[in-house]
Structures are given as C-alpha cells and as structure tokens.
C-alpha cells in the first residue's frame, strides 16, 4: 500500500516516485542515485549503460573512428563479408524484422528518450546484433547508410544514433576508397564518391574500363553509359548557368 507522502511524491514527478528516501544507488557510469530527479536519473543512467552497451566486440571502435570522419577502418571490415548474400551469416537472420524497428524511434528522435521509453523491449534486438560477428555487424552498417535506411536497429545503433552518422556518409568522399575503384578493387561507395570515379575515369584515358567497372561492380557497358550521362551533364552546365 502507498502512504500519502509517496502519493505527493509521484504528483510531483509525473507519477514515478522521487528519489528521496531511496537507497543510495549507483549506477555503472557512477551517478549517484539520489542527486537527481528520477527521469533525469534514468536518462543518466542510460547515457552510462550506453558506454558500456553490448555491440559487437571492435564495433565500438569502427562506429567511433567512422563518427570522427575515418571511414576506412569500417568500410574494411565490412569488406570481409563480400557478396549479396552477407545476411545469411547475420544473428537476426529468420527473425522478425518488427523487432529491430521500434516504435518511437526514428532520424528525428532524441536516442536517450527513446532508450528510456523502450526500456528492456530494446535488449532482445540489441543482443542479437551484440553477438553478431565483426564483419557481418560493420557490413550491416555499411549497407544501411549506403541504402539511406532511416529506420530500424542497424549494428546496434537506433535510427536515432544513426541520424548524424547518415549525414556524415553522404557527404564524404574517401579518396582511399576512390582509388581503390580505379585499381579495380571492390570497395562500398557512396553517390558522392561513385560520381568522383567516374568524373575521375572520363577525364583520364590512362585508366582500364575494366578494371574501373570491376572495382563498381558494374558491367563495361553501364560504365560507359554513366560517362556518356556524366559527359552531357557536364557540358550541358555551363550552358544553362550562361
Ligand atoms: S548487426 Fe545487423 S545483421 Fe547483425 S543482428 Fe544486428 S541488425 Fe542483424
């Protein structure tokens, strides 16, 4: 049964109770529970289990590397799994998608009040992509910024962590990677650096088409089709600036 003073108490806080009169707790990051309201004390309290949340061991490191604009760690391990089928490997494969597309979540959302409304709902989805292998989770990532997904759990990471980490991959070009194409290599691009390839290899006839298609995992004959449209684009700009 509750006694009126804890009555008052959940008035003032939005029917969860206060703090006070609680044993001192303390959570992972170190917060003492007590020295805040009991909202901001949940929303502490995840930002801490956040540095602590199970990924996927070394994915930490790939996701903190790619947030400070180093792509290639990422985009490296994510090329150990090649080919279309690499979700055959992945933990959630067979499982249901609704369970990695949590409600209030989106590009727009604040992480920490999705976190805090979902609660423990986020541990089955979060787990899996926790024991799923290296390369499997960094392709994973890799292939939901290239497709733009706005929505849904992706290497462990909610749309709404996702969102700056999007924008960041749109506007990168890698010359790493560019070169990498024009050596023929396969390597994961994004548009902007798609079009330096193939800005790159129309103005220099040096460069193998072969080898340049092979590198985009494209056919000879739509990379000559992409100079063509990439030719005309260009000449038809000056004009229509003039
Ligand atoms: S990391 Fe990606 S592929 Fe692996 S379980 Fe999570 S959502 Fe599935």
Redesign the pocket.
Known sequence: MHSGAGKKRRRRYGGLPNTEGYPRRVSPGGIFRGEVGNREWHILRLRALRRWQQV?PG?GDLIKAARNGEWGPLLRAAALTPGKHW?EN????G?DPEL?TPLSDGPREDPDEVRHFQGITLNR?LN??A???LA??A???VE?LRLDDEY?????LLASERSALRGAWKRRIDAEAVSAVLRGVPTVLNEAEREEVISRFASDPILNATRVAWGLGIPRKYLWQLVREHNQSSQSTPSAAA
């Open positions: 996927t994915m979700a992945s933990r959630c494969s499982q990695f989805p899996f992509c024991s799923c292998p499997v989770a392709r994973c990532l939901s849904g759990i992706r290497a462990g």
